[in-house]
T-cell receptor, first 110, second 113 residues
Framework: KQEVTQIPAALSVPEGENLVLNCSFTDSAIYNLQWFRQDPGKGLTSLLLIQSSQREQTSGRLNASLDKSSGRSTLYIAASQPGDSATYLCAVKDFNKFYFGSGTKLNVKP | GAVVSQHPSRVICKSGTSVKIECRSL??????MFWYRQFPKQSLMLMATSNEGSKATYEQGVEKDKFLINHASLTLSTLTVTSAHPEDSSFYICSAQTGPEAFFGQGTRLTVV
């Protein structure tokens, strides 16, 4: 069964720092990997989707990479802002369903 | 991106009553929708996969008679929590897929008193 782990569980950084969130998964036979953002008490907002054949995706200050063979993905956030404070979830998808990590709670201090 | 609307966002109900949660894909058709449950400070747990026009597929350990799922159209799936008890209190989130990407509703905070 696929298991997804996210490290660190929580991260606090000063505004302006660049940071990296990590996601690892045990089964490399994935269809795609998606990064989400969740604000307290809210649903999930899709940030980036990486297909299994791709190695990275970029959107604005966000860059996500995927190394299927090692079972790892990273989400890089450049020039962090207080508005980036949220919980970040990664999810890997096999043919049928998503498997979620437990998330990294990010706090960006002004 | 595509929009998934979930209603209600919050509901408080008495123990023993039933509660219905709706999930709509507003600008696309979704042949498959997913229902998740999220406990405080934990990740999402898949409860069931809902396919339009057919019975839902439930994950192991999820009571299908307690969590009734109906996917009556390509834009609407409903989750009914029957005979709710306080332990059913949780955050429920639906998801719909278009192409390779999944989009999520805003979630429903259910409190059973």
């Amino acid at each position: 069964k696929q298991e997804v782990t996210q490290i660190p569980a929580a991260l606090s950084v000063p505004e302006g720092e660049n940071l990296v969130l990590n996601c690892s998964f045990t089964d490399s036979a994935i269809y795609n990997l998606q990064w989400f953002r969740q604000d307290p008490g809210k649903g999930l907002t899709s940030l980036l989707l990486i297909q299994s054949s791709q190695r990275e995706q970029t959107s604005g200050r966000l860059n996500a990479s995927l190394d299927k063979s090692s079972g790892r993905s990273t989400l890089y956030i450049a020039a962090s802002q207080p508005g980036d404070s949220a919980t970040y979830l990664c999810a890997v998808k096999d043919f049928n369903k998503f498997y979620f990590g437990s998330g990294t709670k990010l706090n960006v201090k002004p | 991106g595509a929009v998934v609307s979930q209603h209600p966002s919050r509901v408080i109900c008495k123990s023993g009553t039933s509660v219905k949660i709706e999930c709509r894909s507003l600008d696309f058709q979704a042949t498959t929708m997913f229902w998740y449950r999220q406990f405080p400070k934990q990740s999402l747990m898949l409860m069931a996969t809902s396919n339009e026009g057919s019975k839902a597929t439930y994950e192991q350990g999820v009571e299908k008679d307690k969590f009734l799922i109906n996917h009556a159209s390509l834009t609407l799936s409903t989750l009914t929590v029957t005979s709710a008890h306080p332990e059913d209190s949780s955050f429920y989130i639906c998801s719909a897929q278009t192409g390779p990407e999944a989009f999520f509703g805003q979630g429903t905070r259910l409190t059973v008193v």
